[in-house]
């Protein structure tokens, strides 16, 4: 509040009708984090698809707080655990236009033998 004042309280706590933070426990062993970070990451994108089918709009954040003390304090999150992004929900007033999407043959290159 102190940096964004009002602007983040409206934007934060009362345009958005809700917040979810996505956690997972945070392994020293590289396979077993990046298994809980995909798995966490593949969630999101469900709940995001889930949420627009039901015209509610979600956006996925890293916000700074996601790694300050004081915030894992006052959420509850425990020492092992670590803040994959937090999601804010909300409805909009009307449905935006989808943006134009960059066609597949454009985004991946083939290798035939």
């Known amino acids: ?7 983040a309280k409206k934007q934060y706590c009362h345009l958005m009708q809700a917040h ?3 956690v997972i426990k945070a392994d020293p062993r590289q396979k077993y ?4 970070f995909s798995a ?3 969630l999101i994108q469900n709940i995001q698809l889930l ?3 039901r015209e509610i709009g ?6 700074e707080y996601n790694w300050d003390p004081q915030f894992h304090k006052a959420v509850g999150l425990m020492p ?3 803040i994959i992004g937090t ?10 236009r989808p943006k134009p999407r960059t066609p597949l043959e454009q985004l991946l290159t083939v290798i035939q033998d």
């Not at 509040?1 to 602007?7: H, K, L, S, T």
């Not at 804010?88 to 935006?96: A, E, Q, R, S, V």
């Open 80 to 82: 092992e655990e670590r």
């Open 58 to 63: 979600v956006v996925w954040k890293t916000n």
């Open 51 to 53: 949420a627009w089918e």
């Open 40 to 42: 966490a990451a593949a």
């Open 87 to 96: 999601l804010h929900l909300g409805y909009f007033d009307k449905t935006p």
């Open 20 to 22: 979810l933070l996505v």
């Open 1 to 7: 509040m102190d940096q964004y004042g009002e602007w």
């Open 33 to 36: 984090w990046e298994d809980a």
